[in-house]
């Protein structure tokens, strides 16, 4: 059986390609440290684990839910989304929990690009926004960010080039791989922007609370949300990435569309991980503290393997990741392989994320102190 032309283009996800080539270099006697993957090793408060299992363990919690949520979820997004970000959301009809928010990138490009549209992705970005585009059909143009800018797109030099054909622009700050944070005033221009060249603006926004003292949402500077959406997930930000938590928000009009897809893709969400969401959204601001405290704590080993690696990297990085240049010419696939095979070490290749980021590598700060401390000790040696 022939696989379908939509995945011609579409490749085997990197990480899970690269996991399944670690774990043989593993079953060989290998000690591997994985520093490159952003799976949150912490786990989620108490208080909302005890909530799952109190509600799992009710007879009528098994049942198939709302494909909209419960209205209680729904009304904890908007009052989390009102507390940390001054943003007014309807939960009635502006808010969709998801299945993650890697969920709604797919669902959001289901939802508004025909085939021959174009969006333009941040280069470098997440992997899924191109794959997402393919999959339904669209053309992924790229945007350049460099260092020199902060990693934020320069809007005049996109206004230069052919528009029309665009549908959707995806941005995410906290960017990752970066970790760079994004001022209001470039909010401002890049909703001027959608407006002007009637663009969906699509703002993929989980990194907010770790490492970040200002937290900002797209929809602050687009009350109206006539050309804005944003997605959110509890994956880093409560340490809850294997539940599959997260959220979209957006006018009404673009909700409805987004729900005509997923109502078919879906048939809602355990009732036991929304009652815990509701939990964990409502947790106060000594939560994010604790976690932090524990992200700089390791941030300073982590710049400590760079600085041994050589690699130059910003310091004002937020979100879960240490992002920097390696050294000399050489790319990434390269210098990543050999920290691999020679001391048993694995980084991030920037080059997954876009051509502009061919000679930077990723860490994570997903690791505990002493497996970043192990890390250092195999570089001393």
Do not use: C
Not at 167 to 196: Q, V
Request: charged content about 25%; overall charge positive.
């Amino acid at each position: 059986m022939k696989e379908a032309n939509r995945l011609q283009h579409i490749k085997e996800y990197y990480f899970s390609r690269k996991l399944k080539e670690i774990e043989k270099l593993q079953k060989q006697g290998r000690d591997i440290i994985n520093l490159g993957i952003g799976n949150p090793d912490l786990p989620p408060s108490y208080e909302v684990i005890k909530e799952l299992s109190q509600t799992a363990s009710m007879a009528s919690a098994h049942g198939y839910q709302s494909y909209r949520g419960i209205e209680g979820l729904r009304k904890s997004f908007a009052r989390f989304y009102k507390k940390y970000f001054g943003v007014k959301l309807n939960p009635h009809d502006e808010i969709i929990p998801l299945t993650g928010s890697k969920e709604g990138i797919m669902h959001i490009s289901m939802a508004f690009i025909n085939p021959g549209d174009k969006v333009l992705i941040p280069d470098p970005g997440y992997l899924t926004y191109r794959s997402a585009t393919l999959l339904a059909g669209g053309i992924p143009v790229g945007y350049d960010l460099f260092p020199e800018n902060n990693y934020l797109p320069d809007l005049k030099a996109l206004e230069k080039t052919n528009l029309e054909e665009v549908k959707i622009m995806w941005i995410n700050y906290p960017h990752m791989p970066s970790g760079s944070l994004a001022p209001a005033s470039f909010y401002k221009k890049i909703i001027e922007f959608g407006k002007k060249h009637q663009i969906l603006i699509v703002n993929d926004n989980p990194y907010s609370f770790i490492l970040n003292n200002e937290p900002r949402s797209l929809l602050h500077y687009d009350p109206g949300m006539e050309t804005s959406m944003e997605l959110n997930s509890l994956s880093k930000s409560h340490n809850m990435a294997g539940w599959r938590i997260g959220m979209l928000a957006g006018k009404k009009e673009h909700i409805d569309a987004v729900m005509k897809f997923k109502s078919n893709m879906d048939s809602g969400m355990f009732l036991a991980l929304q009652k815990a969401a509701i939990k964990a959204l409502n947790l106060n601001e000594e939560w994010f503290e604790n976690m932090n405290r524990i992200y700089r704590k390791r941030k300073i080993i982590a710049e400590k393997i760079f600085e041994k690696l050589h690699i130059h990297h910003g310091k004002d990085q937020a979100g879960l990741f240490l992002w920097g240049k390696i050294p000399g010419e050489t790319d990434s696939k390269t210098f990543t392989d050999k920290l691999l095979y020679e001391k048993e070490i694995f980084l991030t290749p920037g080059f997954i994320f876009g051509n502009n980021s061919k000679n930077y590598v990723r860490l994570s700060l997903t690791n505990s102190t002493g497996l970043l401390e192990k890390a250092l000790k195999k570089l001393e040696k």
